[in-house]
């Protein structure tokens, strides 16, 4: 083991009283005593430290709502596959891929020429049947007249009015040919059903489409954009829970009345969309326990698309009047929430709380605060419980204190 180090001032005392004898080494030790005695003064007693610095705050008093979220999908309110109702050859394709397009614009031209023909064929077989139909009509205005006379038996007339009745039939069927194909011939110009965003198309010209009803061929599809659907699951304790403010009047039925939501967007940090229920389903889903809802949301910019998530939010009560603070106003004891109140001989107290919803920034305090507390909302690391502080108001805003609702 090391021996500790030896200290160095015996060494300097020898040195001392080999150079400068041991009288002088005597008057040196009293000089130096006598200056530390003279250096020596009474120390005062320490001032006791001044209070922490706080800013306080009263809780904000004002009338909200609460407002249940939930994650929804957009669709479309319409929704429509356009298929060939003939067959034959694309002609021409009239739309831009993606593209916005009314009722009744042009899409697809399939070549008209085959249903051109095939009416001009049904034409003449009607102008035949109109023809047969005028000489029996007259044949048996004839026979009518002879028979007043008995130059013509019944049975004759009765045999001309049912060959005017089958001439009749024959005109109608004609006539019902020439319809066939002038639809076909209609059908040749494919056009959009409803008003909406395009697609891109699935068929280029010269392709040959099928137009039997089991076996059509796709086209493209059209979208509807304005409004546009939001469906969303509600679990099952939320509709209990509005199921219960329904009935005592604190809160209108979905079913009955277009509640209003609110729809944040992805990458959104407050609601963007406003809109109204407008369905809910007739049962909760046994597997998931939830109701299919659906509101129906404008979007006259045309910036939601089919198929987008989004966070909506449902009002779940009715107006009342509730104390809120900022957020940062709340600390976490364990699993306990609570606030520091500065009580009037300025110590600080921590008083449990039961917290709300965020109401426009700031969170509703359900329980455990008075509307004349001093909160500390600034400076909560500097205090402690049962010491004092310096309070200092918190400074005006000019944020929000009427009613939302």
Known sequence: ?????????????????????????????????????????????????????VTVAAPTKRIVTDWDEFTGRFEAVEEVQVRARVGGFVTSVEFRDGAMVKTGDLLYVI????????????????????????????????????????????????????????????????????NAAQLNIEFTHVQAP????????????????????????????????????????????????????????KRPSSRDTPNPVQVTLAGEAKPSHDGKMDFLDNRLDASTGT?????????????????????????????????????????????????????????????PVVLGPLDEGLRVIREGLRAEDRVIVEGLQRARVGAKVSPHPAAQSSGKTGDKT
């Not at 021996?3 to 008057?27: I, N």
């Not at 039939?169 to 004609?174: K, R």
């Open 1 to 53: 083991m090391l021996s500790p180090p030896l200290s160095p001032v015996p060494f300097v005392l020898a040195r001392l009283v080999h150079r400068h004898g041991l009288r002088r080494l005597g008057a040196w030790l009293v000089l130096g005593l006598g200056l530390s005695a003279c250096s020596d003064k009474p120390q005062q007693p320490a001032a006791a430290p001044a209070p922490p610095p």
């Open 111 to 178: 070549d008209p020429r085959p249903f051109e023909a095939v009416a001009k064929q049904a034409e003449g077989q009607l102008a035949d049947a109109r023809a047969k139909a005028e000489l029996a009509r007259r044949e048996l205005d004839r026979s009518l007249t002879l028979n007043q006379s008995q130059a013509v038996s019944d049975s004759i007339v009765d045999q001309r009015r049912q060959a005017l009745q089958a001439a009749h039939a024959a005109q109608t069927q004609a006539e019902g040919a020439l």
């Open 194 to 249: 409803i008003t909406g965003r395009v697609s891109r198309h699935l068929v280029s010209v010269g392709n040959l489409v099928q137009g039997d009803n089991g076996a059509s061929t796709l086209l493209t599809t059209i979208v509807s954009m304005d409004p546009i659907y939001i469906y969303f699951d509600m679990d099952e304790a939320t509709y209990l829970k509005n199921n219960r403010l329904y009935f005592e009047g």
């Open 291 to 351: 109701l299919r809802s659906r509101a129906v949301i404008p979007n006259h910019d045309l910036s939601i698309l089919p198929g987008q998530f989004a966070r909506v939010r449902l009002i779940g009560s009715a107006p009342y009047e509730a104390l809120l603070l900022p957020d940062t106003a709340v600390a976490t004891d364990q699993s306990r929430k609570i606030v520091f109140v500065v009580k009037d001989d300025d110590t600080v107290e921590a008083r």
